[in-house]
Every structure is written in structure tokens, then in C-alpha cells.
Nanobody, 122 residues
């Protein structure tokens, strides 16, 4: 397992941008995929985006495709998501996750961050 710490959340107007970061506080010698999930009040946690160890493979939820860009810098042990053209429906707590293989399923990720709040006002 790895320890994950998210940062970069905040309040932004609709149409604006935010960049979230996820720092890996404890290194592992095994390659691992990473992902972003989000959870809005009263809703289940949902997949946002995932990225493989080499960053050649990425996957996005249809709701964010074309607006969000996931990336990672293994030398800095950090993953990012650039969120553009934000909408009020993007409001949620965003969680980063790490696991063995790239997946859109929360159950496939063994390590989770504490979450960072993103609020998009209309």
C-alpha cells in the first residue's frame, strides 16, 4: 500500500479551472496504476479518470471526457488532474487512489487519500 495526500481543491465559478494533485507519501517498488474518484453529497463514489504506471494508458468517465486531463510524474511521486470548463455538477469530494492495475472500479484500488473538496458555483 501507499499513502496518498490530495491537494488543490477549492471554490471556482462555472467555466473555471482547477488542478488537483495527489502526492504519494510512501514509495513502493511495484508499479501501480492511479485514479481519481469523486463523491457528491447523497451519491455513490464514482470514477473520474485513471492512468497506468507509464502514463501511456488513460481512461475517463464520459462525464469528464474532453474537460479533464489526468497525468503523473513518477519522478515526483505525484499524480494530477487538470479540470477545465468546470460545471456545478462537478462539485464533489475528489479522492485519489492507487492500485495494481488500471481500472474504473473503486474496489480494485487498495490505497486512498483523504479527499479534497471541489465546489463549482453557477
Amino acid at each position: 500500500q501507499v499513502q496518498l495526500v490530495e491537494s488543490g481543491g477549492g471554490l471556482v465559478q462555472a467555466g473555471g479551472s482547477l488542478r488537483l494533485s495527489c502526492a504519494v507519501a510512501r514509495r513502493t517498488f511495484s508499479p501501480y496504476a492511479m485514479a481519481w474518484f469523486r463523491q457528491a453529497p447523497g451519491k455513490e463514489r464514482e470514477f473520474v479518470a485513471a492512468i497506468g504506471w507509464t502514463a501511456r494508458s488513460t481512461d475517463y468517465a464520459d462525464s469528464v471526457k474532453g474537460r479533464f486531463t489526468i497525468s503523473r510524474d513518477n519522478a515526483k511521486n505525484t499524480m494530477y488532474v487538470q479540470m477545465d470548463s468546470l460545471k456545478p455538477e462537478d462539485t464533489a469530494v475528489y479522492y485519489c487512489a492507487a492500485g495494481g492495475a488500471m481500472s474504473a472500479m473503486a474496489r480494485d484500488f487498495s490505497s486512498w487519500g483523504q479527499g479534497t473538496q471541489v465546489t463549482v458555483s453557477s
